[in-house]
């Protein structure tokens, strides 16, 4: 079986400085980890993965996630917050079988002017 | 373009009367599925299928039904809505895993119901 959890709901930065929203998973093996960006009304779009390769992997709008597999956590960080980051990310474990993905409950990033 | 598409996008509805949400892909992915969101819940499977003639339960599958007749289609039937099932729907294909884990998942747009 899998989990996920997101440890915040909501997390609020000003422009300019850094971001972080915690993930941290359960695995009965290697899984492939994701997170997933939803703008407001609108679908969900790849921010990056890993599967199994580099433990720092990087994604598109200058985000990225390590992989600690002692910590089993997924983190997704960003050195600098632009406005346009404001949305609901979602980190998500694969599975086997029926279990595709498994999603968490998502956090809301709110980015101030 | 690999696209997913759904249909319809949006759609209010009333209590009881069947409705039924499309989904096309055109990647050839065995593996498709239906999610319903829900503000603080993420995303739930409601049904799944792994390739053609084969689905099977997710999550949350009470008050719905799949079939799957061809690989590209992979419709979600209410055959009597009811307000809990007011939500947003996403249909998301995937490549049948290699190794020990599926890869990434390619989503649809979304639908949006609302069930009076």
């Known amino acids: 079986a899998q989990s996920v959890t997101q440890l915040d709901s909501h997390v609020s930065v000003s422009e300019g400085t850094p971001v972080l929203l915690r993930c941290n998973y359960s695995?009965?093996?290697?899984?492939?980890l994701f997170w997933y960006v939803q703008h407001p009304n609108k679908g969900l779009q790849l921010l990056l993965k890993?599967?199994?390769?580099?433990?720092l992997v990087k994604g598109i709008n200058g985000f990225e996630a390590e992989f600690k597999k002692s910590e089993t956590s997924f983190h997704l960080t960003k050195p600098s917050a632009h406005m346009s980051d404001a949305a609901e990310y979602f980190c998500?474990?694969?599975?086997?079988?029926?279990?595709?993905?498994?999603f968490g409950s998502g956090t809301r990033l709110q980015v101030q002017p | 373009e690999a696209q997913v598409t759904q249909n319809p996008r949006y759609l209010i509805t009333v209590t009881g009367k069947k409705l039924t949400v499309t989904c096309s892909q055109n990647m050839n992915h065995e593996y498709m599925s239906w999610y319903r969101q829900d503000p603080g819940l993420g995303l739930r499977q409601i049904y799944y299928?792994?390739?053609?003639?084969?689905?099977d339960k997710g999550d949350v599958p009470e008050g719905y039904k799949v079939s799957r007749k061809e690989k590209r289609n992979f419709p979600l039937i209410l055959e009597s809505p009811s307000p809990n099932q007011t939500s947003l729907y996403f249909c998301a294909t995937t490549p049948t895993p290699r190794g020990s884990s599926y890869n990434e998942q390619f989503f649809g747009p979304g639908t949006r119901l609302t069930v009076l």
């Open positions: 890993y599967t199994s390769a580099a433990t």
């Open positions: 998500v474990v694969s599975g086997t079988g029926r279990r595709a993905l498994t």
């Open positions: 299928s792994m390739n053609v003639e084969v689905t």
């Open positions: 695995s009965s093996y290697s899984p492939s």
